[in-house]
């Protein structure tokens, strides 16, 4: 019984001293957590996130080397054919209102609609 009592004595410092041992690891330079499996952001990274150590994966809507500018989505001008973008409010991305004769997300697809009328038109 004695020897039982040791032996689970043994037992349990060694776990205790596997505990103490996995919470003295390092990480790699570059990487964080508790398993070592979170990548660090580049410093300064504000609105981003990493794939890879000392990146910055900017969030949407935000650009720049460190994430700190705002991207307003209708600055490259994403709408065709006379479309006119419109942001989204809280900064949730934006859309196309497309002209009559347009649809798409972009207004790139040539609507059936506008050919009948202009083939009506044509006719009176």
Known sequence: MLTTYLLLFVSFSHFLSA?????????????????????????????????????????????????????????????????????RQGGRGMFCSCPLGYTGTYCEVRSCCFFFTSLSSSFS
């Open 19 to 87: 505990v103490t041992n996995f919470s003295l690891c390092r990480c790699h330079y570059g990487w964080k957590g508790d398993l070592c499996d979170e990548c660090e952001t580049f410093p300064g990274c504000d609105h981003g996130t990493c794939t890879e150590p000392w990146k910055c994966v900017c969030d949407t809507n935000w650009g720049g080397l460190l994430c700190d500018k705002a991207v307003n989505a209708c600055d490259s001008n994403p709408c065709v054919n006379g479309g006119q973008c419109v942001e």
